[in-house]
């Protein structure tokens, strides 16, 4: 299955819904506890940083029986340095951000973590696209 | 430990899931930083913060936290609350500060995650 949605920046109050969305959607589709939680805190931080440091994008999943495909593109500005953000504790979050508990710099390195492949499209003045890849074939993670 | 012990512990106002203080809890995590929650793998941890907002009741959603203990008498706006009832997750608040309460509870047995 195939589903869309739209992501504003700036709007705190609304970070997660799709997260929260996309979990529902998983649940009902019966993916074991472990998947669901991995994918989902890999999208949530995603959705997070188009929020707090993007102009706004979409976040598209693709469901299948062996794999999730989650694709987070946003419109810019980029990240200049990409090895150096996705260094843990780095982070040009703003005070508003901080003070909405991100900005400490980890989300890049969750994502990394919780995703089997993850590829990261980006670069100074350039949209940032995100694809990441979680595979279901793992039976245990099923239980 | 029950939600119930919790609240008796750190002299705790239930504001939703009153219907769940029977509910056993065996870990707790005091943080203000959500990416760290979002590092968690096990369920059943009471989650101590002092991060009145939104995003502290999204990433106990996202992480399936079911029980939040905000210190120093924060008090949760209403939209957090139906977020939080939505979910099934208890909302406690206590006027101690994160050191003190942590303290306690660990003191009584709650179990921290590292
Ligand atoms: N979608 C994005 N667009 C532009 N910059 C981004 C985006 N995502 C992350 N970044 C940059 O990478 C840094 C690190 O991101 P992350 O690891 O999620 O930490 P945090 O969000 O806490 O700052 C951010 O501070 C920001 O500078
Ligand atoms: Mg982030």
Redesign the pocket.
Same mark, same amino acid.
């Given at each position: 299955m195939h589903v869309s949605f739209q992501v504003q920046a700036g709007d705190f109050s609304n970070a997660g819904k799709v997260s929260s969305t996309v979990k529902g959607i998983l649940k009902q589709l019966n993916l074991g506890p472990v998947h669901v939680k991995r994918i989902i805190v890999a999208l949530y931080?995603a959705e997070v940083?188009?929020v $707090?440091?993007?102009y706004g994008g979409t976040i598209t999943c693709e469901v299948e029986p062996e794999s999730v495909d989650i694709l987070v593109c946003?419109t810019g500005?980029?990240?200049p340095d990409l090895d150096l953000?996705m260094t843990e504790g780095?982070?040009?979050?703003t005070t508003e951000v901080r003070e909405m508990g991100?900005? $400490?710099?980890?989300?890049?390195?969750n994502i990394r973590k919780n995703t089997d492949r993850l590829a990261i499209d980006t670069g100074e003045g350039k949209p940032?696209k995100i694809h990441m890849c979680f595979d279901l074939a793992n039976g245990a993670a099923h239980a | 430990m029950t939600l119930r012990d919790v609240v008796q512990i750190v002299d705790g106002t239930v504001l939703c899931g009153e219907d769940n203080l029977g509910r056993e809890v065996h870990l707790g995590f005091a943080s203000d930083l959500m990416?760290d929650v979002l590092t968690l793998l096990a369920d059943d941890i009471l989650l101590i913060t002092g991060l009145s907002n939104n995003q502290a009741i999204r990433t106990a959603e996202m992480s399936d936290i079911l029980q939040i203990l905000f210190v120093r008498n924060k008090r949760p706006t209403k939209t957090m609350l139906d977020l939080a009832k939505e979910h099934g997750i208890t909302v406690i608040t206590t006027p101690y500060s994160m050191f003190r309460s942590s303290g306690l509870l660990f003191s009584k047995g709650l179990q921290p995650v590292y």
């Open positions: 931080e940083n188009v $707090a440091h993007s946003d500005p980029g990240i953000a780095w982070s040009t979050a991100f900005g $400490a710099g980890m989300g890049l390195a940032t | 990416s």
